[in-house]
């Protein structure tokens, strides 16, 4: 039978009563009192008044109503493009790579590409603004020129889900 070593608990006990001499009150360590040095720099940051955005410019109204109307017409070419790729994709759906079904079927998607270009090329204007006008700080209409960049990137990333869905159906090369 071992008998437990006396000497490991007096080891332990060592570290803690330096720590309480420590706290006792010696003379030489630093006070932590906040000195009078330290008070000179409590003081209010100024506030900043920052202008909300205002009305957009009249120049820009008539670009974004453009914009706007190229992506409602490149939704509505794209929706009428569909149904006939749709039918010429499920009919290439188990047709060879190259074969003549599936060569149609290749076309039908790109032609349904084709049709969304005006949108792609109006959420790419409307990209290049954003950044301009942001980098510029130019914030005047910035909130209506963001929310149309999200109803065309909303249509876009629709219309590259449908694109990739009819592309999956395909057998790939």
């Given at each position: 039978m071992k008998r437990p070593?006396?000497?490991?608990?007096?080891?332990?006990?060592?570290?803690?009563?330096?720590?309480?001499?420590?706290q006792g009150g010696d003379a030489g360590a630093p006070s932590l009192a906040k000195r009078t040095v330290e008070g000179r720099f409590d003081v209010a940051p100024p506030s900043v008044v920052v202008a909300p955005p205002g009305p957009l410019p009249a120049d820009l109204a008539g670009r974004l109503a453009r914009w706007e109307s190229d992506g409602n017409a490149a939704?509505?070419?794209f929706a009428a493009e569909r149904g006939n790729t749709v039918t010429l994709v499920?009919?290439?759906?188990?047709?060879?790579?190259?074969?003549?079904r599936w060569v149609v079927a290749q076309q039908a998607i790109s032609?349904?590409?084709?049709?969304?270009?005006?949108?792609?090329?109006?959420?790419?204007?409307?990209d290049r603004?954003?950044?301009?006008?942001?980098?510029?700080?130019?914030?005047?209409?910035?909130?209506?020129?963001?929310?149309?960049?999200e109803r065309l990137a909303d249509m876009a990333s629709a219309q590259d889900a449908i694109v990739q869905a009819l592309s999956d159906q395909l057998p790939g090369e």
């Amino acid at each position: 039978m071992k008998r437990p070593s006396l000497f490991l608990p007096v080891i332990l006990l060592l570290p803690l009563s330096a720590c309480a001499a420590a706290q006792g009150g010696d003379a030489g360590a630093p006070s932590l009192a906040k000195r009078t040095v330290e008070g000179r720099f409590d003081v209010a940051p100024p506030s900043v008044v920052v202008a909300p955005p205002g009305p957009l410019p009249a120049d820009l109204a008539g670009r974004l109503a453009r914009w706007e109307s190229d992506g409602n017409a490149a939704q509505q070419a794209f929706a009428a493009e569909r149904g006939n790729t749709v039918t010429l994709v499920s009919a290439a759906a188990g047709a060879p790579v190259a074969s003549e079904r599936w060569v149609v079927a290749q076309q039908a998607i790109s032609r349904l590409i084709a049709a969304r270009a005006p949108l792609t090329s109006a959420l790419a204007d409307i990209d290049r603004l954003y950044l301009e006008r942001s980098i510029d700080e130019a914030v005047d209409g910035l909130p209506d020129v963001y929310a149309l960049r999200e109803r065309l990137a909303d249509m876009a990333s629709a219309q590259d889900a449908i694109v990739q869905a009819l592309s999956d159906q395909l057998p790939g090369e």
